[in-house]
């Protein structure tokens, strides 16, 4: 059996999944890729400050929705533990990490179009959520992760089935927003 990409004798979980334990992992890992990455910082919003009016991850359906398009990674974990975790970028933030990203101008970025963000998107995302899924591996949890897809637009929201727990996570990134929205379930 294969366990987190190394051959080797299964490992019993050792936590619990927890709230604190999800919390933890995002937070190490969007502050390890945007550290390593774009050369910036992605600091926690403590819940009291975070506002969810209009960004899809708030899963409040009266929301007006927001104002500009989102550009919304995700990538998914299957294993002992199975989620999705959903990052959602501002169209123009997403632009500017795809001009740390590549070192590129955001009209040398305008000029290759909307694949150049889409991609850059999905490796970030690609990234926070493999960061992510070595904690839970590092806790028991063996999982591997699916191909990332994204997402574009305004007014929309991701629900999840009944049997999966929601956690919303608002990061401050130089006065630009990024929510990581994961869902996920325990293997039982």
Known sequence: MRVCGWASTPMPATQEITESLIRDNIVRAVDDVFRTMLDSEAVLKPAEEVSHAGWPAAGDEASPGPAETHVVGTVGFLGDANGLLYLYLEES????????????????????????????????????????????????????????????????????????????????????????????????
Do not use: Q, W
């Open 93 to 188: 933030f997403a632009r500017l990490c795809t001009c740390a990203m590549l070192g590129m101008s955001e009209r040398e970025i305008a000029g290759i179009g909307e694949a150049a963000v889409n991609d850059a998107v999905g490796e970030l995302t690609n990234m926070i959520v493999g960061s992510f899924k070595n904690g839970l591996c590092s806790a028991g949890y063996s999982c591997k992760l699916t191909i990332p897809s994204i997402l574009r637009g305004r007014n929309f929201c991701i629900e999840p089935i009944s049997s999966a727990e929601r956690n919303v996570y608002s990061f401050d990134c130089a006065g630009r927003r990024l929510v990581a929205d994961i869902f996920m379930k325990a293997d039982n």
